[in-house]
């Protein structure tokens, strides 16, 4: 197997000497153009002359002065504040029935009953608005964190 490797090698080896034109190869030169440094200038910048016509600064000051007389005599407005708007507010607060779930993970279902689908499952402390109670102990409810409206067993419900 050795003598194999080796000889392939071998084989490969000569076959790239022959195609690279073998004992006739000629190297090409390539023309190399070497460029000197060229000098370096540094320039001195050199600050320009203002020249203020008199005309000018005759002309800028009145209005400098036009605009410090505005200034000063400007006197702001007060800003006029609607009038605040009487509104009832009626306390519906006190008309809402918060309870918090008590059970550790409560089904809400679309419906009063256990035939009914379950919407989502509600963990322990989840507030709820109670809307209705039927007779049968189903609670009607809106999840604040959600906004969903579904039923579950009045029993699972403590007062907040």
């Known amino acids: ?14 076959g790239y000497y022959e195609m690279s034109g073998g004992a006739d190869f000629v190297p090409e030169v390539a023309e190399v153009e070497i460029v000197e440094p060229a000098e370096v200038v540094v320039a001195q910048a050199v600050e320009p002359e203002v020249v203020v016509e008199p005309e000018a600064e005759i002309v800028a000051r009145a209005e400098t002065e036009t605009l410090m007389t505005l200034a000063a005599s400007y006197e702001p407005q007060p800003a006029a ?3 605040p708007e009487i509104v ?9 029935d918060m309870r918090t779930v008590s059970g550790a993970r ?4 679309s419906g009063p009953g256990t035939d009914y689908s379950v919407l989502d499952t509600l963990p322990l402390g989840t507030e ?7 007779a049968d102990g189903w609670a009607r409810v809106l999840i604040f964190q959600t906004g969903q409206e579904g039923w579950m067993a009045e029993r699972l419900l403590s007062d907040s």
């Not at 197997?1 to 000569?14: A, C, H, P, S, Y």
Request: glycine share 6%; hydrophobic share 55%; net charge negative.
């Open 128 to 134: 709820a608005e109670v809307l209705e109670v039927n």
């Open 88 to 96: 009832e507010v009626v306390s519906e607060v006190a008309l809402q």
């Open 106 to 109: 409560v089904n809400m279902r």
């Open 81 to 83: 504040e609607p009038e």
């Open 1 to 14: 197997m050795t003598r194999f490797i080796v000889l392939t090698f071998g084989f490969l080896g000569w």
